[in-house]
Structure formats: structure tokens, C-alpha cells
């Protein structure tokens, strides 16, 4: 009997894909992750140390401490036993990346590194692409010479990401959705993206990319707008804060949490070949629905606390996004565990708990900076 095509044979089981991924637990590998100290750089470094792996991170040179989403998992070098290693450097410095390449010897590279808030990238459009594109590319370039001097392989991540989806043109947006990018960062990151694309077709590199939905936690930027609403609750509810001003609330967004989609960056990386992934939940919900909920778990009406600001809005703006994550489902087997009440939940529970300490220090004569940057 002719054995059936490749294309006709039977989908693994997602049994048979998590029992894969066991076996290719990390004890004895290297990973080299840009953008460690990031919100989802942290929980990769996480997730990574907890399956065996030296994890290697490259941070910039700053006069203050940036690493405190990392500090927890960090050992002082003079100790013996640490699994995390930090390096200086720059995703605009080739060079560096070369030497790093050279010196750390990883089998895996996740690219995390990014000027990452879109509202920003218009008011930094060179600087934006600078680190978001040419970073990407430079970085590749780097993997491509180290492997062909050494003969190893690297398998490299790219994140990707919604906003490449801009003005979208197919809901839900999924793996073959054209791209429709509305700001300087939506752009970079199309740049990126196709980088990589040729690079694993021009040279064979096994090279993914992960096009991740919006994706939050208590480690999220408080100038991104969910954990903007989360603080503010925290701080209202502690009697530090009277409102927040917020952009457009009647944005679509596909809402996750950062902890469940690192696990999908590495899944992807332990494939025998190559392949992009849309990451998400597959449902969308308002910025006035989670801010909604966010306040709503403090016991708290939203109406009376939120302002509409103009200055929040963006020269091109992102209505709709919603992503559709059957083919990690169906290929990897994976699905988000958190939901997005789960998520807003847990983010305010964290923020109420920081509004908790600045009450209790600003009580006891301390001098707080309130929500406007001034000391109260």
C-alpha cells in the first residue's frame, strides 16, 4: 500500500506535541534573549530558567537601574549557580551582536529588543525603525555569519506583532492576513517580520516569527493603556489619585497574558521547522470594557473616574484588532489559559497592592510624587 502524501498525514495529537516538548527541555542549552528587562523578556527568562536552560540577556548601558523586573531571578555574578547572565549592548551595534554571538555560543535567540509603544513611534519614527527594523535585520545578519563560521544551528524568534495588521482588512486576522501597518512601529515591525521570512528561506536558518496579539501583565509599562487603568485604580481606590485620562476608549483589542504567550515563543522554537504563529485569544473587547472591569473589581464606577484626553490619540488609529490562533492550536497544540477578566483582575489585585505601600509611606510623612509628577 502507497504510503499517504505528507500533506494528507494525520495532525499530531496535542498529547503527542506537549510529550515532544518534554524531551526537548532546556538542561544544558543557551538562550540569548534582547529586551530582558522588558515585560515579556522576564517572563521568558523565567520560563526558560525553570526548564533548565542559561539564559543570556543584553541590556543598555543606563545610569540607573532598568532591571527590576529581573532582579528576582538575577544572582551577583561573584555567586556561584546563577542561570541568568547580562551583557551590555545594543540592538543598533552589529558589532556587539557579532561578539556576543561569538562569545555566548546560544542555540536559541529571541528578539525582543524594541522601542515598543506605538504612540511614541510617531514622535520617534527614525529612532523607532532604527531599533525595530534594522536591529532585527542586524541581528540576523549576525546569527547568519556565526553559524556559517561555526556550522551550528540557531534557531532565532522574531517578534511580530498585531499592529502589522493595521487597518485590517480580514477578521479575524490570522498567519495569511495582509499586513496594513498605521504607524512607524507597525511599520518597523513589517520590515522585521518579512526580514526573517527571507532569512529562513534565503538561507535555510530555522527562523520564526510570533505575530502576538495585544499581551499584558503587573510587569506592563504604566504608559501602556491597561496597566495605565490598573494603577489608577489602585491609586483612586487608596485615595492618591482622583481620574485617569485616557486616548480612545472604543479600540478593539485582542487581550492575553504575557505569561501564557512566552510559553508559545518557545514552543515554536522547538519545532522541527520554521514557521509564523498568530498569538492570541481570539476575542476582542473595547478599552472602555477593561477599563470597565478594572474599576469594577475595586468596586469602583468607571464613568466617574475616567476623561476623555485628545493628546492620547494617534495621527492613524487601530480600530479592530482580534486574532485567530487555530493554526498554534491546531499545530502545537497550544491554547491562552488566562482570560481577560483573569488578566485585569490579577493586574489590578497588583496595583492595588502598590497603592497599599504608597498610602502607608505618604501616611506615615513621606513625600510621594502624585499622578500628576508633582510631591503631595
Not at 518597523?188 to 532569512?199: D, G, L, R, S
Not at 489585585?349 to 497603592?355: G, I, K, Q, T, V
Amino acid at each position: 500500500m502507497a504510503k499517504k502524501s505528507a500533506s494528507k498525514a494525520k495532525a499530531p495529537t496535542r498529547e503527542e506535541v506537549q510529550k515532544k516538548l518534554k524531551a526537548r527541555d532546556g538542561v544544558g542549552k543557551r538562550a540569548l534573549i534582547t529586551g530582558i528587562t522588558g515585560q515579556d523578556g522576564s517572563y521568558l527568562a523565567e520560563f526558560l530558567i525553570s526548564k533548565g536552560y542559561e539564559v543570556h540577556g543584553i541590556v543598555r548601558r543606563s545610569s540607573s537601574f532598568n532591571t527590576g523586573r529581573i532582579d528576582h531571578i538575577y544572582l551577583d555574578p561573584h555567586v556561584k549557580g546563577g542561570k541568568l547572565k547580562l551583557h551590555y549592548g545594543d540592538l543598533c551595534d552589529s558589532n556587539v551582536l557579532g561578539k556576543l554571538m561569538r562569545t555566548v555560543h546560544p542555540q536559541e535567540v529571541y528578539n525582543l529588543g524594541a522601542q515598543s509603544h506605538v504612540r511614541v513611534s510617531f514622535d520617534m519614527p527614525v529612532f523607532t525603525a532604527d531599533i525595530v527594523a534594522m536591529g532585527a535585520l542586524k541581528l540576523l545578519e549576525a546569527i547568519r555569519e556565526y553559524q556559517t563560521e561555526t556550522g551550528k544551528q540557531v534557531r532565532y524568534y522574531q517578534a511580530s506583532s498585531s499592529e502589522q495588521y493595521g487597518k485590517v482588512l480580514e477578521v479575524p486576522q490570522k498567519e495569511t492576513t495582509p499586513f496594513y501597518p498605521r504607524s512607524p512601529y507597525a511599520c518597523a515591525k513589517v520590515m522585521a517580520h518579512w526580514a526573517t521570512v527571507n532569512y529562513r528561506e534565503s538561507y535555510n536558518m530555522h527562523a520564526s516569527c510570533g505575530i502576538l496579539f495585544n499581551h499584558e501583565s503587573p510587569r506592563r509599562g504604566e504608559t501602556f493603556v491597561t496597566r495605565k487603568i490598573t494603577r489608577a485604580v489602585g491609586r483612586i481606590k487608596m485615595g492618591l489619585q482622583d481620574k485617569v485620562f485616557l486616548g480612545n476608549l472604543d479600540s478593539k483589542r485582542d487581550w492575553g497574558f504575557a505569561g501564557d504567550y512566552v510559553k508559545m515563543m518557545w514552543m515554536m522554537l522547538q519545532q522541527d521547522e520554521a514557521d509564523d504563529y498568530v498569538v492570541a485569544t481570539g476575542r476582542t473587547i473595547t478599552v472602555r470594557k477593561f477599563a470597565e472591569m478594572a474599576f469594577e473589581h475595586a468596586g469602583l464606577n468607571f464613568k466617574k473616574y475616567v476623561e476623555f484626553d485628545p493628546r492620547y490619540l494617534r495621527p492613524a488609529e487601530v480600530d479592530l484588532l482580534l486574532g485567530d490562533p487555530a493554526k498554534a492550536k491546531k499545530k502545537l497544540g497550544w491554547v491562552p489559559e488566562t482570560s481577560v477578566e483573569e488578566l485585569a483582575a490579577m493586574m489590578v489585585e497588583h496595583d492595588l497592592e502598590l497603592a497599599r505601600r504608597e498610602k502607608t509611606l505618604r501616611d506615615a510623612g513621606h513625600k510621594l510624587p502624585d499622578s500628576s509628577g508633582h510631591d503631595q
